[in-house]
């Protein structure tokens, strides 16, 4: 897969590096740890920055205290080969873990399993027979006020995005209620070049879209950095460090694809004028980054 123009990101209280370090036992293959960072004087204290790869596709993690939960709203598809990949897979991940659908056999797989593991993270295992874009797809779950607002939420991505497209592949029909007839069971959209997929579900859910569970859009620069945050950001009270919160309730965070470079040149000085933004200036983190004989 090319390089991915957007990587997800989890916010864990404390558990980030440990949370990676899981990751990569279990899933094994194409999985490592690619870098530890951590910043200082931050409002939960220090924070450990952690980017990893699971199956080759690309994350990011931060230990940043207990202000954000991880919830199933968006999981984690992985797709597998081999019933005995499926089953392997599952063993590893679910000690200490809840399972949300049992590991078995569906109409849409011959083998599947849905868990949420120790650290909150939710993964559905499947095996699958198809063609696919990489191994991991993140997978979004509309519920409560924003149930039924699926199709037109990827459609909208779809408009934002380059390389990018929409497509409900299923839908609820009568008779399957709660769930609306005609709201999405299904549905792919690829943006950048990615892979996605989403369904409502009109089930009463504990959890909606929140920002531990994030997507940093890894932007060329300040031109593509204004694109975004223009087009995605609609709730002015959550523009933060990079990060926005768009109209469906999903946090994004829109941030130069050499972040870490720009902060790394002189963490002391760049981390404070970080913390003071809302939307990342490029050149005011390179000026911080010179001024460290003042």
């Known amino acids: 897969m090319a390089k991915q123009i957007i990587t997800p990101h989890l916010w864990y209280d404390k558990e980030a590096r440990e949370a990676a370090e899981f990751y990569v036992h ?19 204290g220090s924070a450990d920055i952690v980017s990893f790869d699971i199956l080759g596709y690309e994350f990011m993690a931060i230990s940043a205290g207990p202000v954000f939960k991880i919830n199933p709203s968006i999981s984690f598809h ?6 005995d990949e499926v089953n392997q897979t599952w063993e590893k991940l679910v000690p200490g873990g809840f399972v949300m659908m049992e590991l078995g056999q569906y109409p849409f797989s011959k ?27 993140p997978a979004f779950m509309f519920t409560g006020d924003v149930c039924g607002k699926a199709e037109e939420a990827i459609n909208y991505y779809a408009l ?12 609820y029909t009568a008779g ?23 369904m409502d579900s009109a089930l009463s859910h504990n959890f909606k879209f929140n920002e531990a569970v994030s997507l940093i859009v890894n932007c060329k620069g300040q031109e593509e950095i ?3 945050w223009d087009k995605l950001s609609a709730v002015p009270e959550a523009e933060q460090c990079g990060w926005i919160k768009d109209k469906y309730g999903v946090s994004w965070q829109i941030i130069p694809e050499n972040m870490g ?18 939307k990342i200036i490029i050149e005011d983190l390179k000026q911080a980054a010179k001024d460290q004989n003042r």
């Open 160 to 171: 934002v995005f380059p390389n990018a497209n929409a497509q409900v592949l299923d839908r």
């Open 111 to 137: 083998k599947y399993g849905w868990i949420q593991d120790k650290y909150g993270v939710s993964w559905q295992i499947i095996y699958t027979e198809g063609e696919y874009i990489s191994r991991i797809t």
């Open 78 to 83: 992985v797709k597998c080969r081999t019933i």
């Open 176 to 198: 399957e209620e709660p769930d609306e007839a005609g709201t999405v069971r299904y549905a792919q959209f690829i943006l950048g070049g990615q892979e996605f997929v989403a």
């Open 226 to 228: 204004d694109y975004y």
């Open 26 to 44: 279990a899933f094994g293959r194409n999985s490592k740890i690619k870098d530890v960072t951590t910043i200082h004087d931050t409002p939960s």
């Open 261 to 278: 470079e720009l902060m790394s040149e002189n963490l002391e000085k760049t981390t404070p004028v970080m913390l003071k933004m809302k």
